[in-house]
């Protein structure tokens, strides 16, 4: 009886620390995300998971999709080192940062960035395109600023989350310009080990997306526990730069505490998942897909997509 009251007791304090419970590897892994908490059920038995690989040949084109658009004024947040992941999160009471258009039919609003790298320059992002991996992803998530009041509530609901992939290529000796990443690049002292948590003020959103308005879009779920399936993924045709130098700032970040550092951050990689019957669309028009919106296309003009030779040693994903 006394053993029941304990555990009575604890639940509670159980329930409000699962985000400390999970892990990439090991029994608390991605594998065992599912089993370790009922509410996490779809991290096992879900048809609509992410990430994914993007497979050129079965890319669809959507003359239907348009840009995406996203505001441009700066906001403050803090970024931090939760153990598993680096995180930066909006602080409350800022000016909402909106991110509309493409295939979204409500208006979602900015709240969270999630960070992802390997131990090497090629095999740090989550999704890979014709799997071909890239050293490091940086994940935008918003919530349906219409119809929830943040992401905790959004994410639980269909079309309650978007999330945008922004692929990250190392290119040492290029001309660097001064943008969102940068800034938080240059706060990772403050975040080595876990717990650790600085604010970065005044980022621009916007400044860290890569210049293009091409795109392939998909539904999906949120990497992380309890992957939740209702996500929109906006997969941008276009990766941003940084410098060797900048990605071992993040290769520096620590598992563990100063007295228990434990293995390096990074390798917070979730397996890929299957596509299953999804489609994944794209607004890249190729020249014989360039065509009025009123007008129909002829399905013998329609070409396939092929990815460029390692992105071309250049900037685009896709030809």
Same mark, same amino acid.
């Given at each position: 009886?006394?053993?029941l009251?304990?555990?009575? +007791?604890? &639940?509670?304090?159980?329930?409000a620390n699962?985000?400390?419970?999970? +892990? ?5 892994? !991605?594998?065992?995300? $599912? &089993? ?37 004024? !700066?906001?403050?947040?803090?970024i931090?080192? +939760? ?9 409350e ?9 493409? !295939? ?12 992802h ?11 890979t395109?014709?799997?071909? =991996? ?25 079309? $309650? ?5 922004? &692929? ?11 943008? $969102?990443?940068?800034?938080i690049?240059?706060?990772?002292s ?29 539904? $999906? ?10 996500t +929109?993924?906006?997969v ?6 940084i ?5 071992e ?14 293995? !390096? ?7 890929? =998942? ?13 020249d014989s ?5 009123s007008?129909? &296309? ?9 990815s460029?030779?390692?992105?071309n ?7």
């Open positions: 009886m006394n053993l009251i304990c555990l009575l +007791t604890l &639940l509670p304090m159980i329930r699962w985000d400390h419970w999970w +892990t990439y590897d090991g029994i608390s892994g !991605p594998a065992y995300w $599912g &089993l370790i908490n009922p509410a996490w059920t779809m991290c096992n038995k879900g048809r609509r998971q992410s990430p994914i690989n993007i497979d050129t040949s079965f890319l669809v084109y959507d003359n239907t999709l348009s840009s995406v658009l996203v505001d441009k004024q !700066p906001i403050n947040g803090r931090t080192n +939760t153990g598993q992941s680096l995180v930066y999160r909006v602080e009471g800022q000016l909402a940062i909106n991110i509309t258009g493409g !295939p979204l039919a409500y208006k979602y609003q900015f709240q969270e960035i999630y960070f790298w390997g131990d090497s320059d090629k095999s740090g992002s989550e999704h395109v014709n799997h071909n =991996q890239f050293a490091a992803e940086l994940q935008i998530y918003g919530f349906n600023a219409q119809l929830y009041s943040n992401l905790s509530v959004a994410k639980e609901f269909p079309g $309650g989350v978007v999330a945008l992939s922004v &692929l990250i290529h190392i290119k040492d000796g290029f001309k660097k310009e001064k943008s $969102g990443l940068e800034d690049i240059s706060h990772l403050g975040v080595i080990y876990r717990g650790g948590s600085t604010k970065v003020g005044a980022l621009s959103l916007a400044s860290i997306l890569p210049r293009t308005n091409e795109y392939i879009t998909y539904e $999906g779920s949120t990497t992380f526990p309890g992957c939740w399936e209702t +929109t993924w906006i941008y045709n276009r990766p941003i730069y410098s060797k130098h900048d990605l700032q993040f290769q520096r970040l620590k598992q563990g505490d100063r007295l228990q550092e434990k293995a !390096p951050l990074g390798n917070n990689l979730r397996p890929q =998942q299957p596509l299953n019957s999804r489609g994944l669309r794209t607004n890249i028009a190729l897909q360039k065509v009025e919106k007008e129909c &296309l002829d399905p013998s003009t329609i070409m396939k997509y092929e460029s030779s390692w992105i040693k250049h900037s685009t994903l896709l030809n």
